[in-house]
């Protein structure tokens, strides 16, 4: 089985930083592509940021110039540094990432979620 886990979430004000987590582990032989999801309340969940593993990176038009999507292939993290949030920014953050392990792919590893909450 491969388990994601996110850490970093809280509450800060707008304008201010966060800086959140993900760790995969498990039986994992390799991973795709990596990226983190929000789901505001009464939203959709929506795509902010992704990574391949080679490193090219992709992110919605709304977090663009704020947010940065980095990873460690040796350490099967990734990460997502926020700046300028808003509240609008307001939601919870899902990772997920596309696992290949000795057996399997599993395209669509979904973490627990965790919260950000942006005040004005």
């Known amino acids: 089985q491969v388990h994601l886990v996110e850490s970093g979430g809280g509450l800060v004000q707008a304008g201010g930083s966060l800086r959140l987590s993900c760790a995969a582990s498990?039986?994992?032989?390799?991973?795709?592509?990596m990226g983190w999801y929000r789901q505001a309340p009464g939203k959709q969940r929506e795509l902010v940021a992704s990574?391949?593993?080679?490193?090219?990176?992709n992110y919605a038009d709304s977090v663009k110039g704020r947010f940065t999507i980095s990873r460690d292939n040796a350490q099967n993290t990734v990460g997502l540094h926020m700046n300028s949030l808003k509240p609008e920014d307001t939601a919870v953050y899902y990772c997920n990432a596309d696992v290949v392990t000795g057996v399997a792919r599993y395209p669509g590893v979904w973490g627990q979620g965790t919260l950000v909450t942006v005040s004005s």
């Open positions: 498990g039986s994992i032989f390799s991973i795709n592509t």
């Open positions: 990574i391949t593993r080679g490193g090219t990176t």
